[in-house]
């Protein structure tokens, strides 16, 4: 964590939870939903997405209707790719540090949790 912390970056992390097996497709549409705002009012130019085969069309959508609905920028370039991709593994551990921190009675003062 503290490489990490030491690279002087901002994460962003959207998080809906509990989900139902059968509405884990929603779920990721929403928090990719939410992800884009936060991206947009950043100024972030470029997303890079873990590839998930022919899922990937589902994510493309939500990009799409957050475009049409101009919640983020049609300019906005996205591109997905393999675990190779180390900008992904850099997503890994952030996700992993927050899965950690919702386990823990108290968290960090640079935690912080901006519910809908």
């Known amino acids: 964590m503290e490489c990490i912390t030491e690279l002087n970056i901002a994460a962003f992390v959207a998080v809906h939870h ?3 097996p059968n509405r884990q497709r929603d779920a990721r549409s929403v928090s990719l939903a939410a992800l884009l705002k936060d991206l947009e009012r950043e100024g972030v ?5 873990e590839s998930r085969g022919v899922q990937d069309r ?4 939500t990009i799409l209707d ?3 609905a101009g919640l983020v920028s ?3 370039r996205y591109d997905f790719a393999g675990k190779e991709e180390p900008l992904l593994w850099l997503a890994d551990a952030v996700a992993g540090i927050c899965r950690m921190l919702s386990l823990v009675e108290t968290s960090p ?8």
Do not use: F
Request: proline share 8%; charged share 30%.
């Open 45 to 49: 130019a470029k997303l890079i997405i």
């Open 58 to 61: 589902d994510d493309r959508g």
């Open 18 to 20: 509990p989900v139902a």
């Open 74 to 76: 049609h300019d906005l």
């Open 109 to 116: 003062d640079w935690w912080h949790c901006n519910k809908p």
């Open 66 to 68: 957050a475009q049409r």
